[in-house]
Structures are given as structure tokens and as C-alpha cells.
């Protein structure tokens, strides 16, 4: 029998063509992604003059082994000591008058034994609306998590990337939530929001106050 009668009303449903709705599902999800990368290749361009970091412990004291270095003899310690680590990763940001103040930071947590954490400072004189210099901390903490990433996968520790972004709708901010949670998730990364992002909401907060 004919799919489709001409002339009259039929009960015979049309074929559902799978293969057309799946490629035109990938094709809109493609052209969002290709979306979200060029926003944040234009915030990265505008946030970082510098090719790379410099880092720091709470203390004060300087980093200068290479980030990726410090990062494996710290995993390497803390083996030795018998403790398991998880890792959080998140930037915050302040405007103070016409500079705009970041801070990203990478939170080590011990399993039921506290943490510590390696800091990142940049100042930026670009100025930027709120939901712009929000993506502005993401993309800080996409490329910092992207760099570790191999690293932690090594040694098989759990990374997560944490935003200063509200969940609820009455909050400025809620405007990037969105694009950043689709910009991290896509990168394969686990994703916190406020109230749950603590390595952004608290500790680079406190960084940069």
C-alpha cells in the first residue's frame, strides 16, 4: 500500500525520516557550538595578553615551575600521604573603577581532610557588561581545566569546573548560565553553578576583594 493516498483522508501515518532529524539535530548543534567557541575566542582574545599564567600558593609564596609540574608533584605528595584528591577549578572576578580584577584558582580536596589551593591573578582594563565579563571567568577556567585535564586523567583524579553564576532568574548574572553551562559541559568537564560552586563563589571571591 502507498504511504500517501491522494484525494482523500487517510489513518496512514507518514514515514518518519530518522536520519534526516538526526543530521538536522547535529547540524543545529553544531552551529551552537561553533556559536559559543567564537564568543569565547573573542573574550579570550580581549581578557589575556599573556601566553601563560602565573601562579601562586595562599601563602604568597610563587610558583615557578610550570603549572602542569607543581601540579603532579603535588598529586605525587599527597599519594605518598595516603590521601585522595579531587580537584575544583573556578575564577571570579571585581571591578574596581575602570580595571577589572581576576582570580582563578585550582582547589585540591583531600577526601575528609580539607584542601588548599594554587592561585592566578590578571587585571584587565577591557571594559565588559556583566554577562560578558562572567564568560570572561569561564573561559579562564576552561583553559586552565583543559591544560590539567590529561594530567588528572592520568592519575585518575575527578575534575570539576565551578561558575559564579546563579541559578535562579532575579540574579544579573543568570544571564551567562546558558552559555556557560553548555560551553563546559561540551568540553566534557562537570559543571557546578552557584551555590555549589565553591572554588569560584568563595575562594577566587576572596582573592580578589
Known sequence: MPYHLVGRQTNIKQPVD???IVNK???ADVAIAQ??????????LMVSKKSYMT??????EVLHAPILAEVEQIIEKEYQLGNRLKV???TDSQVKGKVIDFATV???LREKKGGFMFISQERCTQK???KQRMLAEVQKSIDCAYALCPLLDLYQIGLEVHADINTSPNFKSNAALREA????????????AKPEAFASSYCANKMVQ
Request: positive net charge.
Open 18 to 20: 530518522n536520519e534526516h
Open 25 to 27: 539535530k547535529i547540524t
Open 35 to 44: 556559536k559559543l567557541s567564537l564568543i569565547f575566542i573573542d573574550l579570550n
Open 55 to 60: 601562579w601562586k600558593k595562599f601563602s604568597g
Open 88 to 90: 575544583c577549578i573556578g
Open 106 to 108: 585550582i582547589v585540591f
Open 128 to 130: 565588559m557588561g556583566i
Open 181 to 192: 553551562m553548555g560551553y563546559i559541559l561540551g568540553m566534557g568537564f562537570v559543571f557546578k
